[in-house]
């Protein structure tokens, strides 16, 4: 069984920098093999994509993060993070991490989800 775990959200004022991180287990996980994605949901909306990094560690985001967001990947801890920085009020979302096969922007690619962790940015 595939245990995402995210940390690291809560609460900031605007301008100020969180960072998440996933951490990834399973027996018959290799996480190296996987494409991990940033996703963020607010209530009524879509789940969109955030950020996302291939394999090989190409990077690919959302052009409203773009320039604030970073993320990456530590292969050796199964472990994926997403540095947020200059964070605006309308990046408040709960953000969940996930584990595909392809690097895909679309949420129904990705077959393994964290629980979330909210980030809450005040004005």
């Known amino acids: 069984q595939v245990q995402l775990v995210e940390s690291g959200g809560g609460l900031v004022k605007a301008g100020g920098s969180l960072r998440l991180a996933c951490a990834a287990s399973?027996?018959?996980?290799?996480?190296?093999?996987?494409?991990m994605g940033w996703f963020r949901q607010t209530p009524g909306k879509e789940r969109e994509s955030v950020a996302r990094?291939?394999?090989?560690?190409?990077?690919y985001y959302l052009d409203s993060v773009k320039g604030r967001f970073t993320i990456s990947r530590d292969n050796a801890k199964n472990t994926v993070y997403l540095q947020m920085n200059s964070l605006k009020p309308e990046d408040t979302a709960s953000y969940y991490c996930?584990?595909?096969?392809?690097?895909?922007?679309?949420?129904?690619?990705?077959?393994?989800w964290g629980q979330g962790t909210q980030v809450t940015v005040s004005s």
């Open positions: 990094i291939t394999r090989g560690g190409n990077t």
């Open positions: 996930a584990a595909s096969t392809l690097p895909s922007i679309r949420a129904r690619d990705y077959a393994y």
């Open positions: 399973g027996r018959a996980f290799t996480f190296g093999t996987y494409a």
